[in-house]
């Protein structure tokens, strides 16, 4: 099968050997597992992190976000059959999307969102999962509630911020303010329903200040914490709850004592990776979500096609996750 993979981390995604495209024999399903021949896929800061960051000795194929087909499944396999059209965004450790077919346990996938084609529905799963665990897990806002309280969302025009403003205006009763530092994409956090955005290249009290707003009881800091954090600890009302799930190379976290802040970390991977009692809440929150996008209540996040799945189309993708200039999700489709 095709696949692109990178043999040598840390290269710069403008070395042509920083991604490349290889051949790979075709997997074959474990028990819970479902063999999906891959038609989308999206692109996310993980994927360079990794690619920077992990060493390998042999070629590891890339990829957190995926549309296909079910091709073949496990012998314990009960949630799906072959011919099923699927969205999921499978785990850190094993094989990924970048590649013609790829094993994933069933618990961690949902049906794709019938109304959306395979491009539109790639954009979606990590980041929803992502973003739905931070608002409704991490700090704990119950559907329907957040009656009088606000979140504020730094980096709010990105994958994860693109659903979080929509789950967080569309199903609690939060005041939404985002961030996003150009006219473009400013526009395009209004356009998901936040009530407010304000400039993250200023200080972020400064901003919510002009609105009128001298405190906000939630933060989700999605980008760049470690630069805004002294700005995020200001901006929180006592007892005030921050979540993040960037890597901030060093937070002080006696900074949130004075205010009896607490801090929550988010990443979707952990279920994942621990093989948790609860993995299947992952396949229940995307079959959720699927129906919650059929129902018009949420829009995909899709930002920019980048053509086919080949080793070129998705190091030009990667550069662009690497500028911290995305607006929405990067997407590639077909080989």
Request: charged letters at 20%.
């Amino acid at each position: 099968m095709k696949a692109v993979a990178y043999t040598e981390h840390g290269l710069p995604i403008s070395d042509p050997r920083a991604l490349q495209d290889i051949t790979l024999p075709i997997p074959q399903p474990g028990p819970r597992d479902l063999r999906v021949a891959v038609r989308a896929i999206s692109v996310n800061p993980v994927d360079t992190k990794v690619r920077n960051g992990v060493a390998v000795t042999e070629a590891r194929v890339l990829g957190w976000d995926a549309v296909g087909i079910v091709d073949a499944v496990g012998d314990e396999v009960t949630l799906f059959q072959p011919g099923d059209a699927v969205f999921y965004a499978g785990a850190i450790g094993r094989p990924g999307s970048n590649a013609e077919y790829q094993l994933v346990d069933e618990r961690i996938v949902g049906h794709k969102p019938a109304s959306l084609d395979d491009a539109a529905a790639a954009a979606l799963p990590l980041t929803a999962i992502t973003a739905w665990e931070l608002l409704f897990d991490r700090l704990r806002i119950p559907e329907g509630g957040g009656k009088d309280q606000t979140l504020l969302v730094v980096g709010a025009a990105g994958g994860v911020g693109s659903i979080l403003v929509q789950l967080a205006r569309q199903l609690t009763r939060l005041t939404v303010i985002g961030t996003a530092s150009r006219p473009d994409t400013q526009d395009w956090v209004y356009g998901l329903g936040a009530h407010h955005v304000i400039d993250h290249a200023q200080p972020l009290t400064d901003g919510l200040q002009r609105l009128g707003i001298a405190a906000v009881s939630h933060v989700a800091s999605l980008t760049h914490t470690d630069q805004h954090y002294d700005q995020i600890v200001a901006a929180l009302a006592p007892q005030g709850q921050l979540a993040l799930i960037d890597d901030p190379g060093q937070l002080d976290v006696m900074a949130l004592k004075r205010k009896s802040l607490s801090l929550h970390w988010e990443s979707m991977f952990t279920r994942s990776s621990f093989n948790t009692p609860d993995l299947q809440r992952q396949h229940d929150l995307l079959e959720r979500v699927a129906a919650l996008v059929d129902a018009g209540v949420l829009r995909t996040t899709l930002g920019e096609h980048y053509g086919r799945i080949n080793a070129a189309n998705l190091r030009q993708a990667h550069a662009l996750i690497e500028s911290h200039r995305a607006r929405g999700k990067l997407v590639l489709e077909g080989f």
